[in-house]
């Protein structure tokens, strides 16, 4: 009796272990210990993986077969760094930094520099098409946005955001873009109730113009390419391939070179890949006198936004073989008509991607969707 309970025990005991565990923590930058949005994660040598939120978290359920593996990280611009699973695993909560990562171009004459990048750039316009997703393209955005005056309480405004876009990449342009691109916010969550028609009004559809590759405005427009300086900073490891790290900037800050009315000046980064010229990651920093608080490419006479200064980010990600937009985040800041200091921030990631979306008609600009508790308890449940 006494030896039938104790094989109970056994096998119960083992089926225990079987069970797999959770590893849990964030992904930082070594320096700025922010977040590293979408960085990869997974089992050397195996599909089995996940990737970092918008704020740099991740939670990945490892198998009892991949405990004796190596757990890999890897984000472009990045260093890739490797663990053993079960050291992570004896941790509760893992914080992993990674370095920037950067080889050494010295040498390299500047002015057959300049001629090399201007071609990698004006190839990876002309490869939009051909490797980014053609549509109809839908994506679900998680939307974020906080405004602060000063020591203020925030506003707060989270969003579940469904983008139905019906060419796709196949045909980048501005014009193809407002023309093909229609959302609707689904779910709501805000910690104040819109008053007015500018209370109502999202960032969102300005967010939207940040996407490069969509667009191919600014230095993705080929007529205005030689209107920027070029410097080749580096070539960076990125999943198991490199990218060409590009920094840009123009001295002719206008509408057309930084998609500002206002605008005095722009300096830019660019992520491109080298073996194939997908764009897979672009960063903007913009000062301006003032913005037209309801988008940045208007006219206006307000002095609701001036003194301007912002940081744009867009990242891309692959999946079936086809590029698309993953990530996308404005941090802006600037003085009020009372002089105060104001902190606004946007930040949409893509949750979903699908080649069959249900087609969406006009724009939400005004959101008026009712908060439905369930929902954001659930998905918040789901997210930590």
């Known amino acids: 009796m006494r030896r039938t309970i104790f094989i109970l025990f056994l096998l119960i005991t083992a089926q225990v272990f079987a069970q797999p565990q959770t590893l849990k923590g964030r992904i930082v ?9 979408y960085a990869n994660i997974g089992i050397e040598g ?20 991949f405990y004796g593996e190596k757990l890999y990280v890897s984000a472009v611009g990045y260093e890739n760094v490797t663990f053993a699973v079960t050291d992570l695993l004896k941790q509760d909560f893992n914080r992993i930094a990674l370095k920037e990562q950067t080889y050494s171009i ?16 004006r190839t990876a316009a002309k490869q939009v098409p051909a490797i980014f997703q053609k549509g109809p393209l839908g994506l679900t955005f998680h939307y974020l946005e906080t405004m602060q005056v000063e020591e203020a309480e925030p506003i707060i405004r989270e969003a579940i955001v469904d983008l139905y876009d019906e060419a796709g990449y196949q045909n980048p342009s501005i014009t193809d873009a407002f023309a093909s691109r229609n959302y609707r916010f689904t779910q709501v969550n805000r910690n104040f109730e819109p008053y007015s028609f500018p209370s109502g009004q999202t960032g969102f559809d300005e967010l939207l113009e940040m996407d490069l590759a969509r667009l191919s405005n600014t230095i993705f427009a080929e007529p205005l390419l030689n209107d920027f300086d070029l410097h080749l900073e580096g070539i960076s490891a990125y999943n198991g391939d490199s990218v060409w790290v590009i920094s840009y ?12 009315f206002y605008a005095t000046r722009l300096d830019g980064k660019m992520y491109i890949l080298k073996s194939n010229y997908a764009l897979v990651r672009n960063e903007m920093v913009i000062e301006a006198t003032k913005n037209n608080s309801q988008n940045r490419s208007l006219f206006t006479n307000s002095q609701e936004q001036r003194q301007v200064r912002y940081h744009l980010t867009s990242l891309y990600q692959q999946q079936d073989g086809k590029y698309a937009l993953s990530y996308l ?13 104001v902190s606004y921030s946007r930040k949409a990631g893509v949750l979903k991607r699908t080649n069959a979306p249900e087609k969406i008609v006009g724009r939400d600009y005004f959101e008026n969707t009712t908060y439905i508790e369930s929902f954001w308890k659930s998905f918040h449940a789901e997210k930590k």
Do not use: M, W
């Open 29 to 37: 930058d070594a320096d700025t210990q922010e977040g590293v949005a």
């Open 46 to 65: 195996t599909y089995y993986g996940t990737a970092s939120n918008l704020q740099g978290f991740f939670e990945l359920k490892v198998p009892e077969e």
């Open 249 to 260: 900037k123009t001295n002719q800050p206008n509408l057309a070179h930084t998609g500002d």
């Open 106 to 121: 010295e040498g390299i004459d500047v002015a057959a520099q300049s001629r090399v990048l201007f071609r990698v750039i």
């Open 329 to 341: 985040d404005c941090d802006k800041t600037y003085a009020n008509e009372k002089g105060e200091q």
